[in-house]
């Protein structure tokens, strides 16, 4: 198994811990006594616990050797998944969910591990290719998490998740080369460092790009299945998971993004996949009527947001190769206030105003990631400050050695 190969597969297990309970939430609900009311905590439950895993454990990546920390949180993500295929109480179900979605952040580490290891040329090629694992993990999750409850029962969902994921822990200490951090920061600096980061431009407008990518990304996934499953199509449960593989499809399709990345294009690309996610929205609005568009409408919307992503981490890890777990996992911070908020605004709209409402607000938050992403001037990447939080003394110490070019970026 090649190194990308194995990290796409790390990324993709430990993201489906998070996203693996939606299909099966009628199964869990029957058998714990769960009622219809309190099923979106079996998801939110996930979900809280990887915000805390952003703010709390991404930043030891930039303190400690990242394939430790990679094998140690997939154990732990796998502890919390048998925590909940074992739970025969609602509680221990949530804390078991909520101790996978604390450890499945193993996903940026890994991400940042990967960017920190590849070489520069190749870094958003790399980077490409390990978060389409993140993708194959989101919407695969929903495919096979539901033909398992289906055939076995939703505990063998959690199973299944812990099994893989153990066997990926041994596998990333057989076959990842080390990554040794530098021994001199702490982890309260590595905190306040992060803190640091939302004093920099390029990350304050890469994170908002964030926020409205998803929020529009949340906004097709979380509502779809309303229309599909309301007349005139009335689709099953197992029906509407397929659109899944139209998502697949657009999201691998966006892995040449990379490539274009490493080439000096990030920015450019960034602007014309958020043009092509607010057109998606167009075709994506007509599923009431034609579920060809709506296929053709999904199938661009994840070509789009994969393009965009991508371009994004490989903007902030070159920016911020010192403290690149850092800069992903705080990145992700915006990506998950977007999702959680795309997901509320569309179902919300939808008991209003129908499909079309739900396609508006998809849109709107699409153009507001590229109203943010056209305002973007921060510096070029690869001409970051490698002191955090001291803005201009490797300026004047350019100016003054260089007569001033490297400071002119």
């Not at 959690?158 to 982890?187: E, H, I, N, Q």
């Not at 000096?264 to 958020?274: E, I």
């Amino acid at each position: 198994m090649g190194r990308n190969t194995l990290l796409a597969a790390v990324c993709a297990v430990a993201v489906a811990s998070i996203y693996a309970a939606q299909p099966a939430l009628a199964g869990i609900g029957a058998d714990l006594g769960v009622p219809a009311s309190g099923l979106g905590w079996l998801v939110a439950a996930g979900q809280l616990g990887y915000l805390a895993g952003l703010a709390l454990l991404v930043p030891l990546g930039d303190l400690r050797d990242r394939r430790t920390l990679i094998a140690g949180h997939l154990v732990l993500t796998a502890a919390g998944a048998l925590a909940a295929a074992s739970a025969t109480r609602l509680w221990v179900l949530l804390a078991g969910l909520g101790l996978a979605g604390l450890f499945a952040v193993v996903v940026q580490t890994t991400v940042a591990y990967a960017a920190a290891t590849a070489a520069p040329a190749e870094r958003g090629r790399t980077l490409g290719a390990v978060t389409s694992g993140v993708v194959l993990g989101i919407l695969g999750a929903r495919i096979a998490a539901g033909a398992l409850a289906t055939a076995w029962g939703w505990r063998s969902v959690y199973v299944v998740l812990a099994v893989l994921l153990v066997t990926l822990a041994g596998s990333a200490l057989k076959l990842l080369p080390p990554d040794p951090r530098p021994g001199s920061s702490s982890y309260r600096a590595a905190l306040t460092s992060l803190g640091g980061l939302f004093r920099d431009r390029l990350f304050v407008t890469r994170g908002l790009v964030a926020f409205f990518l998803f929020a529009s990304f949340g906004a097709l996934w979380s509502g779809l299945a309303l229309p599909l499953a309301a007349a005139p199509w009335r689709l099953s449960a197992a029906q509407i998971g397929l659109f899944g593989l139209a998502g697949l499809v657009g999201a691998l399709g966006a892995a040449r993004a990379g490539r274009w990345a490493d080439a000096g294009f990030a920015r450019p690309v960034t602007a014309g996949a958020l043009a092509l996610l607010a057109l998606s929205w167009l075709a994506i609005g007509q599923a009431s009527w034609s579920l060809g568009l709506a296929v053709a409408g999904v199938v661009v919307l994840d070509f789009a947001v994969q393009a965009a992503h991508v371009s994004s981490q490989h903007l902030l890890t070159t920016a911020h190769p010192d403290r690149t777990s850092g800069a992903i996992g705080g990145y992700m911070l915006f990506y998950s206030l977007g999702s959680a908020f795309g997901a509320a605004a569309t179902t919300a709209a939808y008991a209003t105003a129908g499909w079309a409402g739900s396609s508006v607000f998809g849109a709107v938050f699409a153009l507001g990631a590229l109203v943010t992403a056209l305002t973007d001037r921060a510096r070029p990447a690869g001409r970051c400050r490698s002191a955090p939080g001291r803005p201009g003394r490797s300026r004047r110490r350019a100016r003054r050695t260089t007569g001033g070019r490297a400071a002119s970026g």
